[in-house]
């Protein structure tokens, strides 16, 4: 390997789709009260509560424990039929790492060059390479991760550390299987790393959210186009415009249907007419004092 291997109803985001839900959907824990048996020498009054006893405090603790643990496997699994959803947008293959004495084709750059079909390779022209697979599939988690962080503050956390824990499952099997690289101290280098790029591509595309699509296109640019100046931007434009489209649609999905895990993402390619259309603001005069320096 080189040494960068680096339903019944359903919400469309651009070519993403959300079935209804089949698991829990995390929402706040109901308390029910506990009350003692009826005692029919009590004149059939209502039992007092005792909230404050050993027994309903033992109880209560244990339907949270419950609810706590049943969250875990939930979003245990969920997230892994998510994360593959995500890595199946970018998937290619290496015939050659199955023969033996038969060398790997590489990039300029010493990657290890795969086969892979598919918009992202196809129309967009990117190589396919175990990095180019990493960062689109990062760029699907990511639309993921947005709208995981509406759910309920103490179930967030855990859906979020489990989709990037399977991540890292896929992506060393992947440098096992795919690239032959047996050596666990230099999966552990490249895991290092991408969690890294991870971090990276989450506080630019953030960014981006925040203050508008040039700056969401700069940050998709460095990361998916590994910042080539020769971009075409038609295409750039298009990734962006497939990305505020998902973000849109899973904004308007329920957390029901978010965690049914059944999410499919389609072919972006449906954005280019949307991106050819002339901006407005392209016919406006520049004004002197947006060419001033702010601050």
Not at 265 to 292: C, H, N, T, Y
């Amino acid at each position: 390997m080189s040494a960068s291997p680096a339903a019944s109803s359903t919400v469309e985001c651009s070519a993403a789709q959300v079935a209804p839900a089949q698991a829990p959907s995390p929402a706040p824990i109901r308390e029910k009260r506990l009350h003692p048996a009826s005692n029919s020498d009590n004149n059939n009054k209502s039992p007092p509560r005792v909230e404050s006893s050993p027994t309903y405090n033992l109880a209560k603790a244990v339907r949270q424990r419950a609810s706590a643990v049943t969250e875990t496997y939930v979003a245990y699994g969920v997230c892994e039929s998510l994360v593959k959803e995500c890595a199946a947008q970018a998937d290619y293959s290496i015939p050659q790492s199955h023969e033996k004495g038969v060398d790997i084709p590489k990039t300029k750059d010493g990657e290890d060059l795969g086969i892979g079909k598919g918009w992202w390779y196809e129309e967009l022209g990117l190589t396919p390479t175990f990095n180019t697979w990493a960062q689109i599939t990062f760029l699907h988690m990511y639309l993921l991760t947005v709208r995981i962080r509406c759910f309920p503050p103490s179930y967030a956390p855990t859906w979020h550390q489990h989709l990037l824990d399977h991540f890292f499952y896929l992506a060393e099997e992947r440098m096992t299987v795919t690239h032959n690289v047996h050596a666990r101290a230099v999966r552990n280098k490249y895991l290092k790393d991408l969690f890294l790029q991870w971090r990276g591509l989450t506080a630019g595309y953030d960014e981006g959210l925040m203050k508008g699509d040039a700056v969401l296109a700069a940050s998709v640019w460095r990361n998916v186009f590994k910042g080539d100046e020769e971009v075409d931007l038609r295409k750039l434009g298009a990734v962006v415009s497939y990305m505020r489209r998902c973000l849109n649609g899973l904004d308007g999905a329920a957390d029901e249907h978010l965690v049914s895990g059944n999410v499919t993402f389609g072919d972006p390619g449906g954005e280019a007419p949307w991106v050819r259309v002339r901006s407005k603001m392209m016919d406006q005069p520049i004004q002197d004092e947006e060419l001033r320096p702010k601050g």
